[in-house]
């Protein structure tokens, strides 16, 4: 098993979640009737929550925090059909950018020590 970075994991969890709400999302959207085809409120709102769902095993590879940006655009996008999501979705947003500050500091200072400790520094 390969050591995945604290970066990655943490925008996993958050994609994960997020996933759960966009479906919750989609339910409200139907009962609330927001787009007068039940098949368009159906497609968009599983069709993301499925997106955000597989996006973890994408995380860390090249242009994939770029599109995790654009994914949380999306997601706050949502609001236009379902007002709530505007709030829901700025606090997966901001646990999004939280998650990529912290685990990048994370991941530097991980690699700061590793290359420490191989010249022979302290443990």
Not at 13 to 34: E, K, P
Not at 56 to 61: E, I, V
Not at 64 to 70: P, R, V
Request: aromatic share 12%; charged share 10%; no cysteine.
């Amino acid at each position: 098993m390969r050591n995945r970075s604290t970066k990655a994991t943490l925008g996993s969890l958050v994609m994960v979640f997020q996933s759960v709400v966009v479906f919750f999302a989609t339910l409200v959207g139907f009962g609330l009737q927001v787009y007068p085809e039940p098949a368009v409120i159906w497609g968009v709102g599983l069709g993301l929550a499925v997106i955000l769902m597989l996006f973890p095993a994408f995380l860390g590879k090249p242009g994939s925090y770029a599109l995790g940006w654009i994914l949380q655009g999306i997601v706050v996008s949502l609001g236009i059909w379902v007002p709530l999501m505007f709030g829901l979705g700025a606090v997966f947003l901001a646990m999004w950018a939280w998650g990529m500050i912290a685990g990048g500091t994370i991941d530097k200072a991980r690699v700061a020590k590793s290359k420490l400790d191989s010249e022979g520094g302290t443990k």
